[in-house]
């Protein structure tokens, strides 16, 4: 049963242009959301999180919104640049503890 | 400020051996998670330690320990090995548990099971 969903495993747009990627969850537990960046061969890398508590926020050219009542967020990346070009991350974390409960992915794929 | 270092990259073991992986977290981080990331499952929680304590362990077998040191470095054992627990094993770090410190990962130890 899986808690974090992210349904398009890929994504392929146009260098400049807005990337966006979604995820839902189901546990109204979650509290806590995060988004990471993969590249191969690498860990996870860190890139902007959300609380419950907030509808958006914002760090440079990564904006992360939570629609609460729907259990969906997106991250929207503008403008893309093809150094995004990685495996993007949904987690959600709860009050219990410090664990992570991830999606599946999406690959993005910035086109120069 | 160095990132967390997980040892070894690779290794190749064979089934029923047992197997011990290392994570040095960031200096000053506390707290040490453990993740697996197979291409069925996915990213899943194995374990967290804060303070040398597991405070939380996720859905796998006892075949799956792990602990924690007083300098905060953190080690996962797996006995018994099967084909399946051939993985990307990573490790993550933060000050204190909780979701106002994200976790920083590693690069991860990529165990083969032949």
């Known amino acids: 049963d899986q808690q974090v969903k992210q349904n398009s495993p890929s994504l392929s747009v146009q260098e400049g242009r807005i990337s966006i990627l979604n995820c839902d969850y189901t546990n109204s537990m979650f509290d806590y959301f995060l988004w990471y960046k993969k590249y191969p061969a690498e860990g996870p890398t860190f890139l902007i999180s959300i609380s419950s508590i907030k509808d958006k926020n914002e760090d440079g050219r990564f904006t992360v919104f939570l629609n609460k009542s729907a259990k969906h967020l997106s991250l929207h990346i503008v403008p893309s640049q093809p150094g995004d070009s990685a495996v993007y991350f949904c987690?959600?974390?709860?009050?219990?503890?410090?664990?992570?409960?991830f999606g599946g992915g999406t690959r993005l794929m910035v086109k120069p | 400020k160095a990132g967390v270092t997980q040892t070894p990259r690779y290794l190749i073991k064979t089934r029923g051996q047992q197997v011990t992986l290392s994570c040095s977290p960031i200096?000053?981080?506390?707290?040490v998670s453990w993740y697996q990331q197979t291409p069925g499952q996915g990213l899943q929680f194995l374990f967290e330690?804060?303070?040398?304590?597991?405070?939380n362990k996720g859905n796998f077998p006892g075949r799956f320990s792990g602990r924690q040191f007083s300098n905060s470095r953190s080690e996962m054992n797996v006995s018994t090995l099967e084909l399946g627990d051939s993985a990307l094993y990573l490790c993550?770090?933060?000050?204190?548990?909780?979701?106002?410190?994200?976790?920083?990962f590693g690069d991860g130890t990529r165990l083969s099971i032949l």
């Open positions: 987690a959600a974390l709860n009050n219990a503890g410090n664990m992570l409960t």
């Open positions: 993550a770090s933060s000050q204190y548990p909780g979701p106002n410190q994200p976790q920083h």
């Open positions: 200096s000053g981080h506390r707290s």
């Open positions: 330690y804060f303070s040398e304590t597991q405070r």
